[in-house]
């Protein structure tokens, strides 16, 4: 798997009835939508100055902030492991954007942007409020197509491993390179998706700029921190296929991510079993909430 047109991805349609489209779009663009954007993914791409920021999320309201408020910059979202119940907030939360959901592009302005951003800036951005941020309410054709993609093994995940490998097992292979390459690759992805569901593609001196600063950062970096960089990269990438980042996280403990919100609480090292399996077997229902908890604190077979 050399290059992009060599992807495996399943690729959803944008029919309603029956209905193809991606779940996250499915979710997020309708007045019922469950579930929060990741407060650990948005801070990361705001710190790191990235441009997938507006294609990965977009906001329902410009000064939507945490747990309802009106004085952010419309990225309201949740950190893991926040377990409060949920006020009145469907129409203010952040939702999925057009990658990779085919949902829709934020073109309005960030208000805590300031001129250290040169990636992810206000350019020809729509001041006030996000573009379509009121239609997403009446359902009307501005609401993306839905005809998004599941990434399974793409290009840019194979350069990810191949740079790890050369990293950690001395392939002899070229690990900045195979990084720089991965990165690109799923950059050119997300705007090639963008581009043909109603979206901005990114600007190819947008790619080029972030690829550069990535290669100097890599350059700077001591052993672990290479290791660190790569890993963090590889978790941004696998945006939409959370199964691989989550065995990569489990794995390698790497990237390095924000604590739990609970102090009682800890990363699960397992899914958890279904309600209705604890429920409804008799081998396991009167000691159902310990069988959970070890699902939580006990390592896979790989990990030990």
């Known amino acids: 798997m050399t290059e992009n047109a060599h992807d495996f991805t399943f690729r959803y349609g944008s029919n309603v009835t029956p209905n193809s489209r991606h779940p996250w779009y499915i979710n997020s663009y309708n007045t019922s939508r469950s579930g929060y954007m ?6 990361r791409l705001k710190q790191q100055d990235d441009p997938r920021l507006r294609y990965y999320v977009f906001r329902m309201r410009s000064n939507a902030g945490l747990a309802n408020a009106t004085n952010g910059d419309g990225y309201y979202g949740r950190y893991p492991g926040d377990g409060a119940a949920s006020p009145a907030d469907h129409s203010t939360r952040a939702i999925s954007g057009i ?52 990434p399974l093994i793409t290009n840019a995940m194979v350069n990810f491993i191949r740079a790890e490998a050369a990293l950690t097992l001395n392939t002899g292979e ?40 990535l290669g100097q950062q890599y350059d700077a970096a001591d052993a672990a921190g290479k290791m660190q960089l790569l890993m963090m990269q590889k978790w941004i990438a696998l945006y939409g296929n959370g199964v691989e980042a989550y065995n990569d996280y489990r794995r390698t403990g790497l990237p390095q991510l924000e604590d ?21 077997n008799a081998s396991v229902v009167a000691n159902r909430d310990a069988v959970q908890r070890a699902q939580q604190l006990t390592p896979v077979f790989w990990n030990k």
């Open 99 to 150: 990658y990779p959901a085919a949902g829709l592009y934020d073109n309005g302005t960030i208000a805590t942007l300031t001129s250290a951003n040169q990636l992810l800036n206000n350019e020809g951005a729509s001041a006030g409020t996000t573009a379509n941020s009121f239609r997403i309410a009446l359902f009307t054709s501005g609401d993306g197509t839905g005809a998004g993609i599941l």
């Open 38 to 43: 990741s407060m650990t993914l948005i801070n």
């Open 260 to 280: 739990l919100v609970s102090p009682l609480d800890t990363f699960p090292f397992r899914f958890y079993y279904s309600e209705t399996e604890m429920t409804s």
């Open 174 to 213: 070229d690990a900045r390179k195979l990084l720089l390459d991965a990165v690109t690759a799923q950059l050119t992805s997300v705007s090639t998706l963008s581009a043909s569901n109603k979206g901005n593609a990114i600007p190819a001196t947008t790619i080029i700029g972030f690829i550069t600063r």
